[in-house]
């Protein structure tokens, strides 16, 4: 974000699906280093309705990322 204060990631499933996330208040400051592209992660997240720029989406409120 502008402040830095959230981080969006773009998931995406192993049948090509995208899967939108996002992380506020720099709980990424854990994990966002150790992410890689291409290199499977376990998400610990929630299921949330976005209304960002009145556009409704599902995404997913990311708590946690354990690299493997």
Known sequence: ???G???E???KKTNS???PA???F???EN????VKVGVPVDVIATVEKSMFRNKAELRLR???ILCK
């Open 17 to 19: 699906i995208k899967v």
């Open 9 to 11: 990631l773009i998931f």
């Open 26 to 28: 720099g709980a990424e």
């Open 22 to 24: 996002i992380s506020f």
């Open 31 to 34: 994990w966002v280093k150790s």
């Open 1 to 3: 974000g502008k402040t």
């Open 62 to 64: 990311i708590i946690d």
């Open 5 to 7: 204060n959230h981080m």
